[in-house]
Nanobody, 116 residues
Framework: QVQLVESGGGLAQPGGSLRLSCAAS????????MRWYRQAPGKGLEWMSD???????DYADSVKGRFTISRDNAKNTVSLQMNSLKPEDTAVYYC??????????RGQGTQVTVSS
């Protein structure tokens, strides 16, 4: 059974940091790219970042330099280190497993709220 379980969300102050994790099971994690999206209240899904099987990464301009994606193939986890958080980073964050460029599996999401 495929599972993606996000954790690490919560409340952070502007300028603060949070680290999201996504634990994967039920598929060959190392063969998939992993992707983070977010969805703010009343808005559509916004792509954040990709990390490929070879460890290369891509970032949306809105988070470049503030967010860092990483993966641990031995632990089947992908993480998103979020620094210098802004109120506009408030959203539900989802991790996806990606195969051949298509989103294949998705987690249940974790809420991030940035507020003073």
């Amino acid at each position: 059974q495929v599972q993606l379980v996000e954790s690490g969300g919560g409340l952070a102050q502007p300028g603060g940091s949070l680290r999201l994790s996504c634990a994967a099971s039920g598929f060959t994690f190392s063969m998939y790219a992993m992707r983070w999206y977010r969805q703010a209240p009343g808005k559509g899904l916004e792509w954040m970042s990709d990390i490929y099987s070879d460890g290369s990464t891509d970032y949306a301009d809105s988070v470049k330099g503030r967010f860092t994606i990483s993966r641990d193939n031995a632990k089947n986890t992908v993480s998103l280190q979020m620094n210098s958080l802004k109120p506009e980073d408030t959203a539900v964050y989802y991790c996806y497993a990606v195969r051949d460029g298509r989103n294949v599996y998705r987690g249940q999401g974790t809420q991030v709220t940035v507020s003073s």
